[in-house]
């Protein structure tokens, strides 16, 4: 069990379907609940979410509902989603803008299935995704509540690269964290999880970290190789991955939420983490600096970045934060700017990216 508290889950008497023909027919037998909730979170995407919702809505496994929460779009995103008549789609509207976790938060308590599959608006399921799905759900062990899939760019690039083997434990998540990063994949987990040991931090814009280890440490999870969704790279406004790194205001507006991930994270595993995967612990404890700094938190950044140090006293990225959030925090949140334009531009010249968009052609 590593050293997390996990559950156990009873099937309830249901029977085992003897072939993949009677797959609808006996997710329906007695169920009021759909096998599936597909909580989708989005904000000022009308040019793409309905690629996403449609992806959905178009499985040929049926026992499903999609919640979409409509996180204050002021750009016709919610108009557009008032059109959708289907009977399993429910769409919910935040009066204003409260952030991806608060999004999510607000799909799962609206959501009755049995397993919760987290999506974003830019991305879509492929053809039979969920057939796929369902049947690793259905035949996983009473300990294990999480099942989780690959992604395929529109580059071409899968991610995770590599997942681990078998059925992992908590301390088997931080080390798959440690050696492959281990958040960008598709997780469906039993619904009856939430609230009971993991929840959404609703007052935070990010979360996705500490609500994976939080998942982790409550529960086995099994990180199969199958790919049953597409991420799309078209989004402009994406926190995380696009604008964010390239904005200084972005960085200055959610440098409290990452500083706070951060701690939380340190917080609560950092215990474990230290002890099963200490590279990955400096790096924690170098991020809480980076953005107290960013975050204009200065004593607190000095506190990190010193006991980061304290650990590897020769490096120059960590005497560089330390530095420059000394010196301004517009400073800092700059070169992060500009270190992340640097590398991208490497990345699509780079010879591994081509070949990646060629292979995604084939």
């Given at each position: 069990?590593?050293?997390?508290?996990?559950?156990?889950?009873?099937?309830?008497?249901?029977?085992?379907?003897?072939?993949?023909?009677?797959?609808?027919?006996?997710?329906?037998?007695?169920?009021?609940?759909?096998?599936?909730?597909?909580?989708?979170?989005?904000?000022?995407?009308?040019?793409?979410?309905?690629?996403?919702?449609?992806?959905?809505?178009?499985?040929?496994?049926?026992?499903?509902?999609?919640?979409?929460?409509?996180?204050?779009?002021?750009?016709?995103?919610?108009?557009?989603?008032?059109?959708?008549?289907?009977?399993?789609?429910?769409?919910?509207?935040?009066?204003?803008?409260?952030?991806?976790?608060?999004?999510?938060?607000?799909?799962?308590?609206?959501?009755?299935?049995?397993?919760?599959?987290?999506?974003?608006?830019?991305?879509?399921?492929?053809?039979?995704?969920?057939?796929?799905?369902?049947?690793?759900t259905y035949d996983a062990p009473?300990?294990?509540?999480?099942?989780?899939?690959?992604?395929?760019?529109?580059?071409?690039?899968?991610?995770?690269?590599?997942?681990?083997?078998?059925?992992?434990?908590?301390?088997?998540?931080?080390?798959?964290?440690?050696?492959?990063?281990?958040?960008?994949?598709?997780?469906?987990?039993?619904?009856?999880?939430?609230?009971?040991?993991?929840?959404?931090?609703?007052?935070?814009?990010?979360?996705?970290?500490?609500?994976?280890?939080?998942?982790?440490?409550?529960t086995k999870q099994r990180i199969?190789?199958?790919?049953?969704?597409?991420?799309?790279?078209?989004?402009?406004?994406?926190?995380?991955?696009?604008?964010?790194?390239?904005?200084?205001?972005?960085?200055?507006?959610?440098?409290?939420?990452?500083?706070?991930?951060?701690?939380?994270?340190?917080?609560?595993?950092?215990?474990?983490?230290?002890?099963?995967?200490?590279?990955?612990?400096?790096?924690?404890?170098?991020?809480?600096?980076?953005?107290?700094?960013?975050?204009?938190?200065?004593?607190?950044?000095?506190?990190?970045?010193?006991?980061?140090?304290?650990?590897?006293?020769?490096?120059?990225?960590?005497?560089?934060?330390?530095?420059?959030?000394?010196?301004?925090?517009?400073?800092?949140?700059?070169?992060?700017?500009?270190?992340?334009?640097?590398?991208?531009?490497?990345?699509?010249?780079?010879?591994?990216?081509?070949?990646?968009?060629?292979?995604?052609?084939?």
């Amino acid at each position: 069990m590593g050293d997390g508290t996990q559950y156990n889950f009873k099937k309830g008497g249901e029977e085992k379907m003897q072939n993949k023909g009677e797959l609808q027919a006996f997710v329906k037998k007695g169920n009021s609940s759909p096998w599936f909730s597909i909580v989708i979170s989005v904000y000022n995407r009308a040019n793409m979410i309905m690629r996403c919702v449609e992806s959905c809505l178009k499985q040929s496994f049926d026992d499903f509902e999609v919640v979409v929460v409509d996180d204050g779009s002021t750009d016709g995103t919610k108009e557009i989603l008032k059109t959708v008549t289907d009977s399993r789609f429910k769409l919910i509207c935040h009066k204003s803008n409260q952030g991806l976790c608060a999004a999510r938060d607000t799909g799962v308590r609206n959501a009755i299935g049995k397993w919760i599959i987290t999506l974003d608006s830019d991305h879509a399921l492929i053809p039979g995704a969920l057939e796929n799905l369902y049947a690793r759900t259905y035949d996983a062990p009473e300990d294990v509540g999480v099942i989780g899939s690959r992604y395929i760019w529109d580059t071409g690039k899968i991610t995770p690269s590599f997942v681990p083997e078998g059925i992992i434990d908590y301390v088997g998540r931080i080390k798959w964290v440690d050696q492959e990063g281990g958040t960008d994949f598709l997780c469906c987990y039993r619904r009856e999880l939430y609230d009971v040991c993991v929840s959404w931090p609703a007052h935070r814009r990010k979360g996705d970290a500490i609500f994976q280890l939080d998942l982790a440490k409550c529960t086995k999870q099994r990180i199969d190789p199958d790919i049953i969704a597409i991420e799309y790279s078209d989004a402009d406004n994406t926190e995380s991955r696009t604008k964010a790194f390239k904005d200084v205001k972005v960085l200055l507006r959610y440098a409290a939420d990452w500083a706070w991930q951060a701690e939380e994270i340190l917080r609560k595993h950092g215990q474990a983490i230290a002890r099963h995967a200490p590279n990955l612990f400096a790096v924690i404890i170098r991020t809480a600096g980076l953005w107290h700094f960013v975050a204009g938190q200065r004593k607190a950044g000095v506190y990190y970045m010193l006991r980061y140090l304290s650990m590897n006293p020769v490096s120059l990225k960590g005497w560089t934060i330390l530095g420059l959030g000394l010196l301004h925090r517009v400073l800092l949140a700059g070169a992060r700017c500009l270190r992340y334009r640097i590398t991208r531009a490497r990345f699509f010249s780079s010879a591994k990216f081509k070949r990646t968009l060629q292979n995604g052609d084939k």
